[in-house]
């Protein structure tokens, strides 16, 4: 019993090194709020560890089960506020503390040195749908793209940005 649940605790140490930052990407995409992204990231490796025989049965994709398990539990948290009353929101000031807003802050400058870096057309693509909200169909619009071609720069750019953020 204690080898098998030693194997599930390195299978879920091992799914979140290898996809815990794009489960948290996703769902702070989904949620727009990093705190609950960091929860449905949580509850989603939770059930990966739950259901871990059908992630080790090497049928489909192990990312596509847990962002499609991520956005489950991020639908069905949205279907549970829709029937509780609302929430008193925290304002950010109430929220922000000297140590939060002084990690923003090197985090944005960290973020904007990668930007730098990154080729003229990554940079533009990334501008244009995560900083400007765009749709990729609208940054297609805008750079004057095809939209395959934003999708891939897309794609290049966030994996550069990661190598860039992660050196």
Not at 33 to 44: F, I, N
Not at 112 to 117: G, K, N, Q, Y
């Amino acid at each position: 019993m204690t080898s098998r649940r030693n194997g599930a605790d390195a299978l879920v140490r091992q799914l979140y090194s290898e996809h815990g930052g794009a489960i948290l990407a996703h769902t702070t995409i989904l949620t727009r709020d990093r705190s609950a992204a960091e929860d449905v990231t949580q509850e989603t490796l939770v059930r990966a560890w739950q259901h871990r025989d059908a992630l080790v049965n090497g049928k489909g994709s192990v990312r596509g089960w847990l962002l499609t398990t991520a956005t489950n539990i991020v639908i069905d948290l949205s279907r549970r506020r829709k029937v509780r009353p609302t929430e008193v929101a925290i304002t950010p000031d109430q929220a922000t503390s000297a140590g939060d807003h002084a990690k923003s802050v090197v985090d944005g400058v960290v973020v904007r040195d990668a930007l730098v870096r990154l080729r003229p057309e990554h940079r533009e693509v990334l501008v244009e749908v995560y900083l400007n909200g765009s749709s990729m169909a609208e940054a297609a619009d805008i750079l004057d793209l095809p939209i395959g071609t934003v999708k891939s720069r897309s794609t290049s750019a966030r994996r550069a940005m990661r190598e860039l953020l992660a050196g």
